[in-house]
């Protein structure tokens, strides 16, 4: 279901009118829903930590070099997945402000394990401690993307304008000049291919929000809309049962099951996980 779709669904359930031309429209009730649709998405991806956003990222270390930029569509990382893949040691931290300090004021002896910090995220960096003294050693991490939409998947034959983006076997790609495309999917990873008519242009940042009709949510379209309906009741005074909340929470029960470790045949010897922490509970109760 696309942003268009979206958006002219709850206008006629509401028993309302807009445009077509969702992105670029200026009539108040397209743009409001628009707005909306946009603030609703990112709700629901920042709401839990959804498997569909879940990334790999990884980045070599080089001699005298401390900082290091992050994954374009970086948004969070997974706790205690950093590991040095070269050395096989897990990397300790984040630090806060004050165990860096402890270590540069202190001049605190290095340890077999390195540390991590997130500095600046506006700059995208994490830093490395010690300042690594060899090249060549690979981190790697697990991480959240910040990808609450993605563009319609890659056709032949269709007409693409400049600086539009396409998804194609879990990629993005974006072109400068657009063009008709031909008959060649994109599937590469880095740089830029021609599809045989469109030079696609891999792309792994951040995708928040729709930037064209024809994008769709990554998350449920029908969680979506429903939250979208409730609130532009809300605003206009209409009556709406409320199931956003549920839904939402069904959604992210359904993507995300958690998987028994041990299933003892008592009472006490019954052990189940939930977010990673094995626990023990009764027998049969298991989440």
Known sequence: MTLRSIVENVANEAGYTVESNVIA???????????????????????YNWPVLFASGSFTLTAGQSAYPLPAAFSQYHYNTFWNSSTRWRLLGPMSEQ????????????????RFQFRGLGSNQILIE??????????IFEYVAERYARPATWTTGTLYGAGAYTFYNGNYYTTTSGGTSGPTPPTHTTGSVSDGGVTWTYYDGAYP??????????FSEKTLEQGVLERFAEIHGLTVVPKFDVQLNEDYSRMNPQKILLAGTTAQDTMYARDGVATFGTFGTFI
């Open 99 to 114: 165990e860096y300090a402890d270590i540069i004021g202190y001049g605190l002896t290095s340890t077999v394990f390195q």
């Open 209 to 218: 929000e729709f930037l064209a009709d024809t994008d769709v949510s990554i």
């Open 25 to 47: 429209s200026t009539e108040t009730t397209t743009k409001q829903l628009r707005t909306m649709v946009q603030r609703i998405n990112r709700i629901i991806g920042e709401q």
């Open 130 to 139: 010690p300042t690594p003294s060899t090249s060549g050693e690979v981190i």
